[in-house]
């Protein structure tokens, strides 16, 4: 055994206790979900609780377990850390491989966590391509797969404008000309934007209504604001980009780490799903589903789930009067990334809704997340208890996962398909 995971097992053993001692004569949390969620007090850590489990992946034949009613296959296999998808028109799909990769190392915490995720199959080289699959013939498994565009650096989102895709690189936007049915990305790219790097190293694309302007998730650096305030300026929001003059702006912030991005089709408003804060306490806060508002403000990192003070921060008191409280909670640290909206129909016995990928936590005494989870929508909100879709993503003693669901999209034959990361795998929900 290496000294790296001599040292990272000591920090656990160390993060072992304080999950005990924080248990000790109280029951767990219950999880923060829905509308109206009830989050317990903050609770400052003095001792960061870290508990992960140890990447396995699913053997062969081995599948993520469906709801009832439904089934699941593997779209396409052996996949080198799929993240997100993007559907062509054609009705290839793109699967855009990236990975988070370590930072510097400021303290013995950071030096377990970083051990600690490359266990977890969360951290390392970076792939830097996207993948181009093809069904052929109609049977749900993806025949053809080749590297569709390479060369990259932390490539996630991926929207197709016209004749253009664009790609967002963690230190930015680029733009490529795309031939329609093309097999792969010729010409080269042109940036058109640009972001900082490091932290939350995610950029998510949406295309607007009418092809006008790209929406970019940009999260924050940090935690709070422990790497200044200088280092966050521009972070932990929702760009709108125009893409005829290259101007951006801050559509709405105060979003800590604001990942998946869709429309509600009824209002034609813009969701979000954003990874709330660390180290208040198993539930709090809770990760959130949210409308997202023009010029809006969400609170981070002054205040979370409206105008609840995080007293770890020096405070804004106008910032904090002005923060929307979110509109649907889904658990503390579910690390809830995927977005996606599911039209009624599309998955026998569910309504209207969003489909959400919730990758799992890292940082709580009982794992939360690892699964795909569904809220119903009636008029434009959230109307009903979250669902699941997919679980079977962790063995059963926690101590190792199968995979860890990301990016969700509908398929070019109308099924669900789900990204994952360390199962390498795309995997296509149908009624059973």
Same mark, same amino acid.
């Given at each position: 055994? #290496? ?7 000591? %920090? ?25 969620? /009830?989050?317990? !007090? ?48 054609? #009705? ?10 370590? #930072?510097?190392?400021?303290?013995? $915490? ?7 995720? &490359? ?9 830097? &391509? ?20 390479? #060369?990259?650096? =932390?490539? $996630?989102?991926?929207?197709?404008? +016209? ?30 934007? *640009? ?6 190293? *995610? ?17 924050? =650096? ?21 893409? !005829?003059?290259?101007? =951006?702006?801050? $559509? ?26 660390? +180290? ?14 023009? +010029?809006? $403000? ?10 609840? /003070? ?44 969003? %489909?959400?990928? =919730? ?21 434009? &909100? ?39 990361? /360390? ?5 296509? %929900?149908?009624?059973?």
């Amino acid at each position: 055994m #290496g000294s790296t995971d001599i040292f990272a097992r000591i %920090v656990a053993l160390i993060g072992a206790g304080a999950i005990l001692m924080r248990r000790w004569g109280r029951d767990l949390a219950t999880p923060a979900v829905g509308p109206k969620p /009830v989050i317990p !007090a903050a609770a400052p850590q003095a001792v960061p609780t870290l508990k992960m489990p140890t990447a396995r992946g699913f053997d062969p034949g081995q599948t993520p377990i469906a709801a009832a009613g439904l089934k699941v296959n593997a779209f396409a296999t052996g996949l080198e850390h799929p993240r997100w998808l993007h559907v062509l028109p054609n #009705g290839d799909v793109l699967a855009a491989e990236s990975m988070t990769q370590p #930072g510097p190392v400021r303290s013995a $915490f950071d030096f377990a966590i970083y051990s600690t995720m &490359k266990r977890a199959a969360a951290l390392g080289q970076s792939p830097n &391509k996207i993948v181009r699959l093809r069904d052929t013939d109609g049977d749900g498994v993806a025949e053809v797969r080749e590297e569709f565009l390479g #060369g990259l650096n =932390q490539p $996630f989102g991926m929207q197709l404008v +016209g004749d253009t895709l664009y790609v967002g690189n963690t230190d930015g936007v680029f733009a490529y000309p795309y031939d329609h049915g093309a097999a792969r990305v010729a010409g080269p790219g042109k940036r058109v934007s *640009t972001y900082k790097t490091g932290g939350h190293w *995610t950029r998510s694309l949406l295309a607007s209504r009418d092809g006008s302007k790209l929406f970019v998730g940009v999260g924050s =650096q940090g935690n709070i604001d422990e790497n200044g305030t200088e280092a966050e300026a521009g972070r932990a929001a929702i760009y709108e980009l125009d893409l !005829a003059t290259g101007t =951006q702006r801050i $559509f709405a912030g105060g979003l800590r780490n604001p990942v998946g991005l869709a429309f509600e089709p009824t209002t034609g408003a813009l969701w979000t799903v954003v990874n709330e804060r660390d +180290g208040l306490g198993d539930e709090t806060p809770p990760d959130y589903l949210t409308s997202v508002r023009d +010029g809006g $403000f969400y609170g981070w990192p002054y205040c979370y789930w409206g105008q609840t /003070v995080d007293d770890r921060v020096k405070q804004d008191a106008a910032k904090v009067a002005s923060a929307i409280q979110p509109d649907y909670a889904l658990g503390g640290h579910t690390a809830s990334l995927g977005l996606c909206w599911l039209p009624a129909g599309t998955l026998p016995g569910f309504p209207d809704g969003m %489909v959400i990928g =919730q990758h799992g936590s890292w940082n709580r005494s009982n794992l939360s997340g690892y699964r795909v989870a569904f809220v119903p929508f009636t008029d434009g &909100k959230p109307s009903g208890p979250l669902r699941e879709i997919l679980t079977g993503f962790l063995a059963p003693d926690e101590k190792s996962s199968y995979g860890r669901p990301v990016g969700v999209t509908i398929g070019p034959d109308g099924s669900l398909l789900v990204a994952d990361d /360390v199962g390498d795998a795309i995997w296509r %929900v149908t009624g059973a």
